[in-house]
């Protein structure tokens, strides 16, 4: 019988902000959205004084006063993810990160190497993530990984579970015929809306279909649905991620701006984070594209293929610079704008070393010198950028572009 369990991290983003500044701690703290638009994370006393998740910034500011807003910080929440997702390789190999704060772990026969139960094991990778990392979590143990998600909520919502649950596969027939079809992962709105039409409310009902019934109503997906409740694992856990088809990043200016200067040390900056993304990936593209988005939500683009594969931004700057020349236009107000990487091929070490010219080869070891500052110091501890007037610019938009 296998034992699954999953890590979910409590109120990730704003536990991640309350860890760089323990002053926020025990008070009403949201994370808000790209350009501040809306509230993404909410602090358990955001929660308690009833802000809503996805409520516009302009709307809760006039009726949740005594509230701290923080811009979100997606670079701080990744590296604290992946410090989270080295600890738990440290338990088992068999670790696939779901999401940002979510991961599955196969746990099982663990307990003859640890010496211990499997409820001690997940008690003791709780206590050291939040010992060590300091982000608190809730974990969720059980036969499949569709009851592990089930027994993490039950984690997060009963206190007295104090963030750990285990199911166990005598107590399964007890708990689905408690637990409502909505409540089960993986089913939303109509699929429940499927269920009703024909009386089919509780878990502890589609065990009990016919799987010939499941699978003409619902298709593989609900023969998966009917063995994963069973505590029968449909779904194990896949260790090995996929590799992205593509890679895009993008972000709104601190205010609107026409200055074409300004708008090409942003797009140097998402260059950065695309090629360090597919270093660490061990990936080269192929194309990229440059976006820009007016004031007005209009989006321009331009695309190029490379000459050849690569992973340097400070070639892929050269291009972008090219592209943006196409795509900007003067007098034009934008309000974001963006890179994309496609066409993504793995590196080839023997391509690497053969056929680079030597700008090439300065261009990747500069790369390289670039990721070990970061990992030592941060991300964005320096950044590349443009020479033309960058002081003023920043003084506007908050941000500096250097080079």
């Given amino acids: 019988m296998a034992e699954i369990a999953l890590v979910d991290c409590n109120n990730f983003f704003v536990s991640c902000e309350q860890l760089m500044n323990p002053m926020l701690k025990n008070r009403a703290v949201c994370v808000l959205s790209n350009n501040d638009g809306c509230i993404i994370a909410r602090s358990k006393e955001a929660k308690e004084i009833g802000i809503p998740m996805g409520y516009p910034l302009f709307k809760a500011k006039k009726e949740f006063k005594n509230v701290i807003y923080i811009s979100r910080n997606f670079g701080l929440y990744h590296d604290i993810s992946n410090r989270i997702i080295m600890k738990l390789l440290s338990y088992t190999p068999d670790v696939e990160q779901y999401s940002i704060d979510e991961a599955f772990l196969d746990l099982t026969g663990l307990k003859k190497l640890y010496r211990c139960s499997y409820e001690e094991i997940i008690a003791?990778?709780?206590?050291?993530?939040?010992?060590?990392?300091?982000?608190?979590?809730?974990?969720?143990?059980?036969?499949?990984?569709?009851?592990?998600?089930l027994a993490c909520e039950q984690a997060k919502k009963n206190p007295a579970l104090n963030g750990l649950c285990r199911i166990r596969f005598k107590d399964i027939d007890k708990i689905l015929a408690k637990t409502y079809i909505e409540d089960v992962w993986g089913i939303g709105k109509n699929t429940a809306a499927l269920f009703h039409k024909y009386g089919i409310y509780k878990c502890s009902e589609i065990v009990k279909q016919n799987e010939f019934w499941l699978k003409k109503i619902w298709?593989?997906?609900?023969?998966?649905?009917?063995?994963?409740?069973?505590?029968?694992?449909?779904?194990?856990?896949?260790?090995?991620?996929?590799?992205?088809?593509?890679?895009?990043?993008?972000?709104?200016?601190?205010?609107?701006?026409?200055?074409?200067?300004?708008?090409?040390?942003?797009?140097?900056?998402?260059?950065?984070?695309?090629?360090?993304?597919?270093?660490?990936?061990?990936?080269?593209?192929?194309?990229?594209?440059?976006?820009?988005?007016t004031k007005d939500f209009q989006v321009f683009t331009e695309k190029m293929?490379?000459?050849?594969?690569t992973d340097s931004e400070f070639l892929v700057n050269q291009y972008a610079d090219k592209l943006l020349d196409k795509v900007y236009r003067p007098g034009i107000i934008y309000?974001?704008?963006?890179?994309?990487?496609?066409?993504?091929?793995?590196?080839?070490?023997?391509?690497?070393?053969?056929?680079?010219?030597?700008?090439?080869?300065?261009?990747?070891?500069?790369?390289q010198l670039w990721d070990k500052f970061e990992n030592k110091y941060g991300k964005n501890c320096f950044q590349i950028g443009v020479n033309?007037?960058?002081?003023?610019?920043?003084?506007?938009?908050?941000?500096?572009?250097?080079?």
């Avoid at 206590?127 to 974990?139: A, F």
């Avoid at 609107?256 to 040390?265: A, D, L, Q």
């Avoid at 890179?339 to 261009?363: C, M, P, V, Y």
């Avoid at 033309?388 to 080079?403: A, L, M, R, T, V």
């Fill in 124 to 149: 003791r990778i709780k206590k050291e993530i939040e010992q060590e990392i300091g982000v608190p979590v809730s974990i969720g143990l059980a036969p499949s990984k569709t009851l592990a998600k």
């Fill in 219 to 293: 298709g593989k997906r609900g023969l998966e649905l009917k063995a994963e409740l069973s505590g029968i694992s449909a779904c194990p856990v896949n260790s090995k991620a996929e590799l992205p088809k593509s890679i895009q990043k993008t972000s709104a200016f601190g205010s609107f701006t026409s200055n074409k200067e300004y708008i090409k040390g942003s797009l140097h900056y998402h260059c950065h984070q695309v090629c360090s993304k597919l270093r660490k990936l061990g990936l080269q593209t192929e194309i990229i594209f440059v976006m820009l988005r």
């Fill in 305 to 309: 293929v490379l000459p050849e594969a």
């Fill in 335 to 367: 309000r974001s704008s963006g890179i994309f990487a496609e066409k993504l091929t793995e590196k080839s070490a023997s391509q690497l070393f053969l056929f680079e010219d030597e700008k090439t080869r300065k261009a990747q070891k500069l790369a």
């Fill in 388 to 403: 033309q007037d960058p002081q003023e610019e920043s003084k506007k938009h908050g941000q500096n572009f250097f080079s």
